[in-house]
């Protein structure tokens, strides 16, 4: 597509449900973020993936949070039983990735609250 | 790891120039990126630095020295819109990933 997608944009779930959160990113890139952002701060890396290679996971702040991103393309940030400071805004991100020195693209994001 | 420092918070006048700074500390330094984000929006992409010395467009201008771990973002002729936060990101790492710093939040004044 002509950019990076997340769906959905608004996500509000209850106390200790599981939610899935997805990304299209932009077609022919290969490499992958994920980012959290808390009301006011700055983005929170969660993880990279970068064409077929191990992801990087070093930012998932428990293991509540895992992602997958299936065929080199669309990806899926799930956390499960989640809890009120999961609500976050959940930023995705692609690049063309391997060496070549491109920004990263954003999608709008999906706001999610926890009640 | 890798570690950004920004300032929090600026204040500038409309019309105005500003200068706005980033250290970074990382192994592998393979770039470093201004985004900039409305209040509510998705970051966009302002400047890209990966060797030493100013790039300028427009009004923005971006710096960098490697040795010094330093940036800066510079604004110039300041419009009320510019008001906004504005995130250095520094590419590095074992694995190469972008990591942000937590933004500094401009406001323009008339």
């Known amino acids: 597509g002509a950019g990076v997608s997340q769906s959905p944009s608004n996500k509000v779930t209850e106390k200790g449900k599981d939610v899935e959160l997805r990304c299209d990113p932009i077609?022919?890139?290969?490499?992958l973020y994920w980012y959290r952002q808390s009301l006011g701060q700055g983005l929170e890396f969660l993880i990279y993936?970068?064409?077929?290679?191990?992801?990087?996971k070093s930012g998932l702040p428990s293991d509540r949070f895992s992602a997958e991103r299936t065929g080199g393309s669309v990806s899926t940030l799930t956390i499960q039983r989640t809890q009120q400071e999961d609500s976050a805004v959940y930023l995705c991100?692609?690049?063309?990735?391997?060496?070549?020195?491109?920004?990263?693209?954003f999608g709008q994001g999906t706001r999610l609250t926890v009640v | 790891g890798q570690n950004i420092d920004q300032p929090t918070e600026m204040t500038a006048t409309e019309g105005a120039i500003v200068q706005i700074n980033c250290t970074y500390q990382?192994?592998?330094?393979?770039?470093l990126f201004w985004y900039q984000q409305h209040a509510g929006e998705a970051p966009t992409f302002l400047s890209y630095?990966?060797?030493?010395g100013l790039e300028e467009k427009g009004r923005f201008s971006s710096f960098l020295s490697r040795s010094k771990g330093y940036s800066y973002l510079l604004l110039k002729e300041l419009q009320m819109k510019d008001s906004a936060s504005y995130l250095c990101?520094?590419?590095?790492?074992?694995?190469?990933?972008?990591?942000f710093g937590t933004g500094t939040k401009l406001q323009v004044i008339p």
């Open positions: 990382t192994s592998g330094f393979n770039g």
């Open positions: 077609s022919g890139h290969t490499a």
């Open positions: 991100a692609s690049r063309l990735g391997g060496n070549r020195q491109t920004e990263a693209f």
């Open positions: 990101a520094v590419r590095g790492g074992g694995y190469q990933k972008v990591t």
């Open positions: 993936f970068q064409g077929n290679s191990a992801p990087d």
């Open positions: 630095n990966v060797l030493d």
